[in-house]
T-cell receptor
């Protein structure tokens, strides 16, 4: 699985847009990019997944440039409840079999009032 | 999304005892489940892959005789920490599903070994 690199921590304020960038220089052709959110003492929760260009759902957007060597998770108008650790992972979802997730260090986002 | 439960949510035990943690997929069948361990302020570390009807696959450095995994049905995997010691105190999390975007995580089990 491709290794990912993210900022260790970020700070923001309520109502701001937060962009967390992840580097994955060795991403393979079949790899997808997936982001998870984790609150303290809870299991991670799936946020969004994409392969290329832009993906948007009800909670976030994911921007992936043409070379796919990085991706940016965008959280619009964050609130205090968005304070969490965000993990970027890459892996193959198309093989038809399971694919184990190897978590990097993640980005600890702190949203302030 | 699909629901994965863990039991117990937290457990305290004495050093030398064994502790069993259950992971259940409540509304779907999971031929594969994963077990992770997470220490405070650290990321999740994959311990093993639990395969229904066959032996688990352990990650490098994880003792298979200490962390016994049984995946006896399509909805249940158990992790038994044998002869637990204080250094085994951690947050244990399971996930179920197959593909990357279909893995659902349990709420975790906080193990404290005295």
């Amino acid at each position: 699985l491709a290794k990912t690199t993210q900022p260790i921590s970020m700070d923001s304020y309520e109502g701001q847009e937060v962009n967390i960038t992840c580097s994955h220089n060795n991403i393979a052709t079949n790899d997808y990019i997936t982001w998870y959110q984790q609150f303290p003492s809870q299991g991670p929760r799936f946020i969004i997944q994409g392969y290329k260009t832009k993906v948007t759902n009800e909670v976030a957007s994911l921007f992936i440039p043409a070379d796919r060597k990085s991706s940016t998770l965008s959280l619009p108008r964050v609130s205090l409840s968005d304070t969490a650790v965000y993990y970027c992972l890459v892996g193959d979802t198309g093989s038809g079999g399971y694919n184990k997730l190897i978590f990097g260090a993640g980005t600890r986002l702190a949203v302030h009032p | 999304g699909a629901v994965v439960s863990q039991h117990p949510s937290r457990v305290i035990c004495k050093s030398g005892t064994s502790v069993k943690i259950e992971c259940r997929s409540l509304d779907f069948q999971a031929t594969t489940m994963f077990w992770y361990r997470q220490f405070p302020k650290q990321s999740l570390m994959l311990m093993a892959t639990s395969n229904e009807g066959s032996k688990a696959t352990y990650e490098q450095g994880v003792e298979k005789d200490k962390f016994l995994i049984n995946h006896a049905s399509l909805t249940l995997s158990t992790l038994t920490v044998t002869s637990a010691h204080p250094e085994d105190s951690s947050f244990y999390i399971c996930s179920a599903g197959g593909k990357v975007n279909e893995q659902f995580f349990g709420p975790g089990t906080r193990l404290t070994v005295l």
